[in-house]
Structure formats: C-alpha cells, structure tokens
C-alpha cells in the first residue's frame, strides 16, 4: 500500500465528468454519449431517407437552384433586382425586405408602446381611459385580421394615381403608395457628411467631458450652444463652401403611374401600422408592469427632491423600471419579427412570400427552401435576443444590482 | 432510464425505415373508397363549390370522371382545395392523388417536380384584364403599369418576360390567392390583372360590375392546363391520361351521356371496342371493361363537358378555339382505343 500523498485527479477529466455526469459520474458520461450518438444517428436517419425518397421519386433535390434564373419581378426591392437574377437574391431580397418591415415596425412599436403605457399610468382619468381602451381593443383581435383591415382600409380611402392627394406639388399620397422625391448625391455631398461626422463625433466628446466634470468636480458645463454650433452650424458653413449636398428628383404623373422619385408602398404602411400598433399594445402592458413594479416611494422621493413628475419618471422610475421590461419587451420584437410573414396575406414581398411562396413553387424544392427560411428566422431571433440580452445586462449592472 | 431510452430508440428506427408510400395509388384509391383530388380554391368554370358546396368546374369532372371509371359513382371524390404555391407540394406528399387544378404544362414542372402530366384538358393562354375607362385597347400601351398576379405562377414568369421583351416598365403585386388578387384589383391597388384567358373570364363575373372592365386581345403565352399525378406509379397515370382520351374518343364517336346505353348495343366495330362489349382494354388499364361508359354516364363526353362549365351552356361563354376537337379545327386528339 502506497503511503505517498495522493495525487489531485486531473481538473479537466472532473469537469467533464460533473458537467455530463452529474451524480451518476462516468456512468453518467456514458450515458450522455449514448444519448448523442442516438440523437446523431436518427438525424442521419431523417437526412438520408429524405434523400432516398426524394431520389426515387425524381423530385429535384440540392441547393444548385439558388443559382438558377428566378424570372419574377419584386415589386419593393432594396438592392438593384430584375427577373434575370438568381433565386440567391431572391432570397437575400426578401431577407432585407423582411428585416425592414421589423426594425421600422419594432421602433413604432416601442415608441407608441411606452406612450400608451404612460397614458394608461397617468392621473387624467380620460388619457389613461383611452389607453386602457387602446389595449384592451387591439390585442383581442386577431393580427391577420388587423393586417386586412389597415390594408383594405388604406386602398379604399385613397384615391387612384391620377387623382393623387398633392402636398406641395412634390409628394403625392395614391393607392399606389407614397411617392416622395428621391435624393440624388451632389459633389458636395462628401465634405458635408464628413463634416456632420465631425460635428457628431465632437459633441460626443463634449458630452463626455461635461458628464466627468459634473461627477468628478460638481460643476454644471453648459454646452448646447457648443453642440448646436457643432451639428448644424458646421455643416451649413460646408454647404455654402462646397455647394448643395443633394438635389432631388421630383415625382411626376407620367401614363399610369408616377415616374421618379422614391415610392413607399402601401402593402409596407399597412403591414408597419399593423405590426406596430398591434404589438405596442403588449409592450404598453409590459411597460406599465415594470414601471408599476417600482416602489411608489420613488416617485414620493423624486417629487420631494422637488422634480417633476417627468423627470422623476425619467431619471429615476424607468431606468429601475428597464430590468423587469427588458426580458419580456425581446419576446415581444422576436414576435413582430416573426408576425412579419403574415405579409404573404396582403402581398408585401417579405421572404416567406417571395422565397418561401413564389420561388418554392416555381422550383418545387420545398426541404431545402423550407429549411433556409426556418435557419434565418432562427438566426434573426437569435441574434435579436442576444443584443437585447446584452442591453439587460448593462442595464442591471448600471443599477448595481 | 437506460431501458426507456432503448425502447425509444427502436419505436423510432422502425418508424423510420419504413420506405415511402408504394406506387399502387389505385389500390390506395380502392381501399379508401374515395378519390382525393386537388383543385383550385375557387376558380369558376374550372373548379369552384356553388352555394350548396357541391364543386364544378371542368377540372373538377376530370376528378368526376376518374371516380366514375373506378367506382362507377362519380361523387366518390373528396376535393382538396390548394392554392397555387400549395398545389406541387400537395401532390408530392400524397395528400391528394392526382392534381386537377388549373395547371400549366411546362418542362420544369414536368421533369424536376416528381410528378407527370397526364394530358391537356384545356389550351390556354395568358391574357390582360383592365378598367374600361383606362382607355388602353393593347397590352403594349401598358408601360409603368402595376398589374396584380396570383404568385407560384407561370403567370408570373411570363408577365416579367413580355414586359422585359417590349422593354416595357411595370410594378407587380403577388398574392397568394386568386380572391386576393382580385380583391386587390378591383380595390385599384394596380391597373392590369393577368392569369390565363379563361380565368380572366371567369374571374369578371366575380367582380361587382363586370362590365367595366374589358379583357385586352394579346396572348402572350401558351398554358396548357391539364392533371398530374406522381413518378412511379404508370397503372395510375395511365388511368389518369386515358380518362381525358376516353372523354375525347367519346365526343368524336358522337357518344353523349343521353344516347350512350343505345350506342353500346349498335353493331359497330369502334363502338363495340371503345364501349367495351369487344376487347378487354379497361381490364389491362386496371379499371372495368365498360369504363368508358362509365366515364361518360359519369360526366358526359368531353364537348358535354366543356359546353356545361366554360361554353355556350355556362355564364362564361367561352368560345371553342383551340378546344375544338382536331377535326373541327382545334387541338383536342385522342390516341385511338384499339
């Protein structure tokens, strides 16, 4: 029998051993190994019968099609498109297309959200009845339904392209869509967008430095005449040094439809309206929770330290509020994300529409097309959640909690 | 624990193995008692429930037909509805047997979708349909128009290549159902609606005023519609081609669904082979030896049936054309049965 001190077991080995193993130790591991090996070989099983059948029955199989000409129009594209280009971009258009119609529906969604949450929160007994009405009436009808409804609504009260509402004679609303002028780059627009970086970049730098002075030194900086200087004044001085940045290509009624200009839609403002009002109705209710879920002796103390309602609800209630919004605001962007494919209903082409729609059945390669569609939704959702993830934390860890 | 595992991991391993359903759709037909058939979510003339639920269409008597020659009762269908982009996958999965719906015959569909053509049961070409008070007389006055389209559609390829052709612009708005493109058109969200000829017809009488709106006189492609059904299985693709040829056979013998008992007792040759007192040719399809009585009683010959749901007998009034048969003039011709 040794009598020599027992050597430590190697770290790595009993890391591995407890993470996989747990109580049952190696046993455990097998176990775990076991249970992979299995998961692994059934979705070969999955892949491979797939395959076979898709053999026999001579149904074409493989990712080559994506190369192939997709010979369809895209009637909003945000990358130069024609019928003779491949199904690749089909997909990489319908992507951004999709990705567009979340952020902007995202952003609304949260600005009027945290407006109706504020209303239902607010002392006047008429504003915080209207946002209880606004709640309580949009998140119990169904969204598709809510989709039509802007849609139909919205083609039906304008008129057709030659009776177009004017603005000024430069932007015309028709149930073609909004047609704005487009802008077109000048040879000043380089020493302008350079100068407003500087501007950006420089009152940021000012902003810093009056934050330290004032935690540090206690001494007030005043500095928006500064940054105003910085943001408007520099970059006007450029334009009359180096000439207009842009100009703009005026709309103009040509045969059917507008020629010039940039056009917005009316399937992408049915579809954003929708998608945002209906969503903001669930963040006002997560909002109004969190904001509720601070204790009411903040507001007591802010208001003796003599600020506003505002700015107590500001500077005090909502950053407190954040950490108990942050978690279920993300489930409520991943669900606008994903509701977005409800656009197939009124024709906006998102990628479930013009990928998983039109170019499926033109190819008829539903597993391969499907299995993409499903991938990038996952990988948005995931990606979304990891940056709203990463805001909660910094969130929670500004709060020192 | 380790025991469940085991048992799991089998469950799904046989499950798994199993091959893919074999080819012998008549027996699965026969067993089920019913033909499961996939048409059109309404499309008039074509296939199309009236108000009873009952479907229509000539689509949908091909089915009928089908059903007849197996069953001899011509209600044994079960109608699976599917919107274009839905339609191949249906088929492939075998959620239906055999595919009539308004489908166009091209080299794509037929050789990497998994699935043949059987026949055509309607020539057809793509047209326009536009507002009366537009003015436009030619689809070449249709620059920088928008035009509404049902997408998964030959249509929809063809638009963007006459366009591209005539180095016209325009602006397309796809949707996925034929309702929903209508709806969209007659809302004015576009200018031109475009589907095959037929179907622009057919979808004017669905508008609320039907005759402000004219169908322009271009056709700018060739679509002709007809079945399909699944690779691998030849007894149930013959059975599905030599229904429409039956059909066919029958309007040019002169055989009707009123006169075809007398015409079964006449003494002559083609006759006697065609109606099966001479020779055994349904047996070898699979079917009865009177399966083109059958067919017949079931839904008429194929003149019958074109005049009850797309001619002069129906709302659409569509004239014959191509339709016709090869020696009147048209493009109908059917192998002889013999």
């Known amino acids: 029998m040794s009598t020599g001190a027992r050597k430590p077991p190697p ?15 190696w046993n455990g591991v097998a176990v775990q190994f076991a249970f992979a090996a299995v998961l692994g070989w059934i979705g070969y099983e999955i892949v491979s019968n797939a395959r076979a059948n898709l053999e026999n029955q001579h149904i074409a ?67 915080s009845r209207v946002g209880e009405i606004y709640v309580e009436v949009i998140r119990n009808l169904p969204l598709l339904f809510q989709i039509l409804f802007w849609y139909l609504a919205v083609l039906a009260a304008l008129p057709n392209p030659r009776q177009s509402i004017s603005l000024l004679g430069i932007t015309f609303i028709s149930n073609r869509g909004l047609v704005i002028p487009r802008p077109v780059g000048e040879s000043g627009l380089e020493p302008f967008l350079a100068m407003l970086a500087l501007g950006i970049v420089g009152s940021l730098a000012l902003r810093f ?24 004044g520099l970059p006007l001085v450029t334009m009359l040094v180096s ?16 020629a010039g200009g940039s056009r917005i839609i009316p399937e ?81 082409p998102d990628l479930v529409s013009v990928f998983a729609g039109t170019s499926l059945s033109q190819t008829g390669q539903a597993i391969e097309i499907i299995a993409m569609t499903m991938g990038i939704y996952l990988l948005i959702s995931l990606l979304t959640s990891a940056v709203m993830s990463v805001y909660g934390w910094r969130v929670s860890r500004s709060l020192g909690a | ?123 057809d070409g793509q047209g326009f349909m536009v507002k009366k008070s537009l003015k436009v007389n030619s689809a070449l006055e249709l620059n920088s128009a928008s035009v509404c389209v049902q997408t998964g559609t030959t249509t929809e390829q063809n638009l963007a290549d006459y366009f591209k052709a005539n180095n016209m612009k325009y602006e397309v708005i796809a949707f996925a159902t034929n309702d929903e493109t209508v709806k969209a058109y007659e809302a004015g969200r576009c200018d031109v609606f475009t589907t095959d000829q037929s179907g622009l017809y057919a979808n004017r009488l669905k508008l609320a005023k039907p005759n402000d709106h004219m169908v322009l006189p271009e056709i700018i492609s060739k679509e002709p519609l007809g079945p399909m059904v699944r690779h691998g299985d030849d007894q149930w693709f013959d059975i599905v081609k030599w229904t429409l040829f039956a059909m066919i056979t029958a309007e040019e013998l002169g055989v009707t669904s009123k006169n075809v008992d007398e015409k079964a007792k006449l003494e002559n040759p083609e006759l006697k082979r065609v109606l099966g007192s001479d020779g055994n040719f349904g047996e070898q399809l699979g079917l009865t030896k009177d399966w083109v009585v059958r067919i017949v009683k079931a839904v008429g010959n194929y003149g019958e049936v074109f005049d009850r749901n797309v001619g002069a007998g129906s709302p659409l009034a569509i004239n014959r ?7 009147k003039g048209g493009l109908q011709y059917a192998p002889p049965i013999r």
């Not at chain 1, 594209?77 to 690749?88: E, K, N, R």
């Not at chain 2, 054309?321 to 090869?326: F, H, S, V």
């Open chain 1, 268 to 348: 992408f403002v049915a579809l954003t309206v929708a998608l945002s009002t209906y969503t903001a109705a669930f963040i006002a209710e997560i909002v109004r929770a969190g904001i509720l879920s601070v204790h009411k002796g903040q507001m007591e103390a802010g208001s003796s330290l003599g600020l506003s309602r505002g700015a107590t609800l500001r500077l005090i209630v909502v950053p407190q509020a954040m950490r108990v919004i942050v978690p279920p605001l993300t489930n409520q962007y991943l669900n606008l994300t994903k509701n977005s494919s409800l656009a197939v209903a009124i024709g906006y």
């Open chain 2, 1 to 123: 624990m380790k025991r469940v595992t085991l048992a799991l991991t089998l469950a799904l391993a046989a499950g798994l193995s199993a091959e893919a359903a074999d080819a012998q759709t008549l027996k699965t037909v026969k067993d089920r008692g019913m033909l499961s058939c996939g048409v059109s979510q309404g499309l008039p003339g074509f296939s199309s429930p009236d108000d009873k639920g009952n479907w229509t269409g000539i689509d949908v008597d091909v089915c009928r037909a089908i059903a007849g020659a197996i069953f001899n009762d011509p209600t044994k269908v079960k109608y699976v509805p599917l919107s274009a982009k839905d339609r191949f996958t249906a088929l492939q999965s075998g959620e239906i047997d055999v595919l009539s719906r308004n489908t166009t015959w091209t080299i794509s569909r037929d050789t990497s979708l998994g699935a043949n053509f059987t026949g055509v049961t309607y020539y």
């Open chain 1, 11 to 25: 770290q790595i080995a009993l890391k591995i051993r407890r993470i996989l193993g747990g109580k049952a130790g």
């Open chain 1, 61 to 127: 199989a493989g990712f080559g099609f994506l190369r192939n000409n997709a010979g369809f129009d895209v009637n909003q594209t945000l990358i130069p498109y024609t019928g003779s280009d491949t199904f690749l971009r089909v997909f990489v258009v319908g992507l951004l297309n999709t990705l567009v119609v979340s952020v902007v529906g995202i952003v609304f969604a949260t600005v009027i959200g945290f407006i109706v949450a504020l209303c239902r929160l607010s002392p006047n007994w008429l504003l």
């Open chain 1, 243 to 258: 000439g207009l940045p842009l100009s703009f290509e005026m709309p103009q009624l040509k045969g059917f439809n507008f």
């Open chain 1, 209 to 232: 430095y009056a934050r330290r002075a004032l935690f540090r030194q206690g001494r007030m900086v005043r500095i928006w005449p500064y940054v105003l200087g910085l943001l408007f």
């Open chain 2, 321 to 327: 054309g191509l339709n016709n048969l090869w020696n």
